[in-house]
């Protein structure tokens, strides 16, 4: 089997996410994270911004611009969108002078179908990418949280995004065991909202839902602004932490069902390394208030979140571009290596 040439320093990793897509630059780290939201003139099907200035649209927009995320549950949706942000945050990513187009490492969720792969193969490759390989998240996110993967022990990591929750246990490089849920950041979101429309009859946006998401625990109470459902009118309650964590008691629980399943089908020898190391965080749901002391009381094994949580997928991808010779054997299957 002839030798992998090396990436070159035009080649980038990318945590393609449903909320937010991170680039890492061989040589220059993660050069990028923005919203993965793409803002398209309906009329005529192009794109006209990406990232925090198509997010910035989001319930702003005249009637002929539509704010489109092109993914949901950690796959691709909307493959024009897609294209289209791909497209550009590529070309951000390439520096000045560079003509040729870079190769990339693309993550997906480990729960993906062969379907699901092709169009993110083919989605990349049209955006401008030379080749691309394809690297499940919880793996991406195992190597850059730092953890031995190529060692003969287990090791467990729960990677909750946006989208989908991936969970793995990796032994000797490879996934000894995974589950993928597609409850995430996402559906805490959704919850938090319904619970607010439900009990207080007020509309809020998904970035509103999001932000009090984010300060659970923080404060005692949290103002929450939005339209009165009855009236049409704005209209201010203020949510208690224990309020919020009933909102999303369903969701964490889903979450920790997840979690439960890998352990499943994990290999009664790899209980112990397991047991010694503990499950690790990342992604932005580990920041959830709570959610470690939770997995603690449900599993019995010790929980540790990663140091920043929400680059390992990114850090991961970077690692192996810049170790690719001897990470080379983590990427998926031969079928999804590589797009001329």
Do not use: W
């Amino acid at each position: 089997m002839a030798k992998s040439t090396p990436f070159s320093t035009r080649d980038i990793g990318i945590d393609l996410g449903t909320a937010n897509t991170l680039v890492y630059a061989r040589g220059r780290g993660v050069i990028l994270n923005e919203p993965s939201v793409v803002a398209i003139d309906s009329r005529t099907g192009e794109v006209l911004a990406v990232g925090h200035e198509a997010r910035e649209a989001v319930g702003r927009t005249p009637g002929s611009i539509v704010a489109t995320r092109p993914l949901k549950g950690g796959v691709i949706t909307d493959f024009e969108a897609a294209e289209g942000m791909l497209r550009a945050f590529i070309r951000k990513a390439r520096r000045r002078g560079r003509v040729r187009a870079p190769r990339v490492i693309v993550c997906v969720p480990s729960g993906v179908t062969g379907v699901e792969r092709r169009a993110v193969l083919q989605t990349a490759s049209r955006a401008g990418a030379k080749s691309v390989h394809l690297i499940e998240e919880p793996m991406a996110a195992a190597i850059g949280a730092g953890l031995p993967v190529h060692e003969a022990r287990g090791i467990m990591v729960v990677d909750i995004g946006g989208g989908s929750t991936e969970i793995a246990i990796i032994s000797l490089g490879g996934m000894v065991a995974s589950h993928s849920a597609r409850v995430a950041g996402d559906t805490l979101d959704t919850a938090i909202a319904g619970y607010i429309e439900k009990q207080h009859a007020i509309a809020v946006g998904e970035r509103t839902a999001e932000e009090i998401k984010m300060v659970i625990g923080q404060e005692s109470l949290i103002p929450v602004r939005g339209r009165d459902k009855s009236t049409g009118m704005p209209k201010s309650v203020e949510l208690s932490t224990e309020a919020v964590l009933e909102a999303i008691e369903s969701p964490v629980q889903a979450i920790v069902d997840a979690v439960s399943t890998a352990f499943d089908a994990c290999p009664p020898e790899l209980y112990g390394d397991i047991m010694e190391r503990g499950i690790v965080l990342t992604g932005g749901g580990a920041l959830l208030h709570g959610l470690d002391q939770r997995l603690i009381q449900e599993t019995g094994m010790p929980v540790i979140v990663a140091d920043a949580p929400l680059d390992c997928v990114a850090l991961g991808t970077g690692r192996c571009l810049e170790e690719f010779d001897q990470l080379e054997t983590v990427f998926s299957s031969p079928a999804a290596a590589a797009v001329a």
